[in-house]
């Protein structure tokens, strides 16, 4: 038995070792800044998510550190025991306030509280209307809820009203139109101002995943629902702790009667060890910086441009988005891979994104820009992007 399993394994590695789809770790032994250590060497990286740079900022890491030293490592339990304290209620206040919203929750992973949430609220009679390039956190809370799914195109909206018609004349069920604000492996905005015209058109409930806008787009950084103006106009808000604001844990921002719904009936707040509080003090902060300081977020539209600039000019296959995600397609799985290795023994990491991450046939590299990333940084890629396309 042990042996057919290690077998059943080793078949399953092999088969996706063939289809050059075989994933391993990086370590790294540094702080997440634009440079990192691996190997013992370093590199610039253009791989992470810490967009403003905040998870090596000075003064957030000093006020955790107080924080650790009072409250300890863990909380000891789930939110409705022993995990609630001062620190939840007070990033939540901050959240809501952010996401100009009356309340929020935080969850202990934005996967967390994207599968809690669409499970709690949908059920098997219910319909999901989610874009095909969903991130997998939507794809699976959709999934648990048993709700029916029905993909539209990406940020198709002649797509989705077709397929919304389809079922507008059925009663007593409830739509949900799911969709993610920035694109986490595309980088393109979705068009939030008619999702959500849709939404009331067709009586659905609109729900947004903000992970990589939070902090990065609007004027006061708290996202693309902020940029479409349409914060009052979503009922369900979903961003993450992780990107941006540089900590760890997700949130939904929506009603009170929405939070206190999702306090009672989602599995994955209520069965789950709440996040620790140096973590919580860490959100409260970089939240501050956020609303408080546009200096970082300038910075990195001033990156986006540069870069986007030059790749533009160089024409080079890329999705020339307004965000931190720049993706080079290169199309097949080896030479992805074989582009991202040139690109690391230049000093640059940014490593292949393919299948299942991305549709086949699309696989590519997929630069994430931060505000504390340098002229110097970005010049440097400039050129080692030029080296590596006299290959392709
Ligand atoms: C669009 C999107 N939603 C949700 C998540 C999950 O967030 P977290 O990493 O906080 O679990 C991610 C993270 O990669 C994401 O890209």
């Not at 702080?31 to 791989?47: L, V, Y």
């Amino acid at each position: 038995m042990i042996n057919n399993f290690q077998n059943w394994i080793a078949g399953e590695i092999k088969a996706i070792k063939s289809k050059n789809q075989h994933r391993v770790l990086t370590q790294i032994d540094s702080g997440m800044g634009p440079e990192i250590i691996i190997d013992g060497k370093r590199f610039i990286q253009f791989a992470s998510n810490n967009y403003l740079g905040l998870t090596m900022n000075k003064k957030i890491i000093n006020s955790s550190k107080k924080i650790l030293e009072s409250y300890g490592t863990g909380t000891g339990g789930s939110r409705l025991v022993t995990g609630t304290s001062n620190l939840h209620y007070e990033l939540e206040k901050k959240i809501a306030d952010f996401k100009s919203t009356k309340s929020s929750l935080v969850f202990s992973s934005g996967y967390l509280a994207n599968i809690g949430t669409i499970s709690a609220i949908m059920s098997p009679k219910d319909i999901i209307f989610s874009d095909e390039l969903n991130h997998a956190s939507l794809i699976d809370g959709a999934r648990i809820s048993k709700a029916k799914i029905v993909i539209y195109k990406h940020c198709d909206m002649k797509d989705l009203e077709k397929k919304l018609k389809l079922v507008s004349i059925r009663k007593n069920i409830r739509k949900m139109i799911l969709t993610d604000s920035i694109f986490s492996m595309d980088g393109d905005i979705a068009p939030l101002d008619e999702i959500v015209f849709l939404s009331k058109k067709y009586n659905c409930i609109t729900m947004i995943d903000e992970a990589h806008a939070t902090g990065v787009l609007g004027k006061k950084g708290s996202g693309a629902s902020e940029m479409f103006g349409v914060e009052k106009k979503v009922d369900i808000c979903m961003g993450t702790l992780s990107k941006a604001v540089g900590s760890v844990g997700g949130y939904i921002a929506g009603s009170k009667k929405l939070i206190d719904f999702l306090k009672n009936k989602a599995r994955t707040f209520i069965f789950d060890t709440s996040l620790p509080a140096p973590t919580l003090k860490a959100s409260i902060d970089a939240i501050d910086i956020i609303q408080n300081e546009n200096g970082p977020r300038k910075n990195l539209h001033k990156n986006i441009l540069n870069l986007t600039k030059f790749l533009t000019e160089e024409k080079f296959d890329f999705y020339k988005n307004d965000t931190p995600i720049i993706p080079i397609i290169f199309g097949s799985e080896i030479k992805t891979l074989k582009f991202s290795k040139l690109i690391k023994e230049s000093g640059i990491y940014i490593p292949a994104v393919r299948p299942p991450s991305v549709p086949k046939g699309l696989s590519r590299i997929r630069i994430t820009l931060m505000a504390n990333h340098t002229e110097k940084h970005i010049e440097k890629l400039k050129k080692v992007l030029k080296k590596i396309k006299k290959f392709n």
